[in-house]
């Protein structure tokens, strides 16, 4: 899909390609409000390119086909995506990647399109502005999506981060109860799961500030584009559950793998027994490292401020811009 906008006579200065996958719409809705000043910029022409999964995922999911989604997703070894609608060699003077969290990775369908011909071609060389939305615990998936892209030689130049803003606690429920009912809220008294509207309808602050980058020629640096404008707010406190999480999914994604592929009825009690192991660790490790981190805190304070600023690259959480382009 790509923007009505008449281009100029000699055609439009910039082309910027978009990438998103969505289930429940979210993702999109994120993408749609932070691309509008790119939308109704005559000199900017915007393909949207929605991925399209060979064998499509279920919304709502049904339950044990959502447990079986963990080991493909953990061990990044995704089902193909049918053909984009555009050609991999497109001239793109940026692209901005929308992608959400499966299991701390990204999720399949975008894994797939880093992996594949076409996705390594439209981004080899070229300037990428990540955007993740996800329920909290983005860290490990963004730095294996990092890696996705130094493997094709794309140039991360900002990443900006949407959650959920509920305490963890609450969206540990209401989002799993999300995804399999496709209703945001079903618990009366939880906050509704998802990115808050308000987050959504400000994400339009990175749409001007990229429309002002691109005028400028600055996607042709190597500088974010995208700073002091609250891009990237990392907890580090999440590491530690993340890491231990994407060690045990990938040990237990093995040992699926070897019992079957996607959907293989034998599966089914392995996927029992990690439930309760899944919830064991939701019950025990992610309350007990954030304990131990809290008594820790002084000890760990420096730590932690590192973690956070890396992870926070390349955008990072300033918000010196807020004034010029949050209104
Ligand atoms: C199979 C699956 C696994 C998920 N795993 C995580 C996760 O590990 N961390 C996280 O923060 N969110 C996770 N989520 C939530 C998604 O990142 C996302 O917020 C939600 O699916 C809505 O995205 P969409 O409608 O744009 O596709 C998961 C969602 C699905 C469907």
Known sequence: MSNASPPTAQGPLKRVLVVVYTQTGQLSAIAHRLIEPLVDDADIAVHIENLRPEQAFPFPWPFFRFLDAFPESALMT??????LGVPAEAPFDLVILCYQVWFLAPSQPVTAFLQSDAGARLLGGRPVVTVVACRNMWLMAHRRLSALLAGVQARHLDNVVFTDRAPTFATLVTTPLWLLTGRRRVVPGLPPAGVADDDIRRSIRFGRALRDALRAGHERGDGPLLAGLGAACARPELL??????????????????????????????????????????????IPVSLTLQAALRPVLRKRLAATKRAFEQPSGSGVERLAHYDF
């Open 240 to 285: 530690a559950s993340e890491q231990a999480g994407t060690r045990s999914f990938r040990l237990w994604g093995r040992l699926l793998r070897r019992a079957g592929p996607p959907g293989a009825w034998q599966r089914v009690p392995l996927l029992g027994l990690y439930l309760v192991f899944l919830v064991a660790i939701i019950v025990t490790v």
């Open 78 to 83: 995704p089902g193909h995506l049918a053909p």
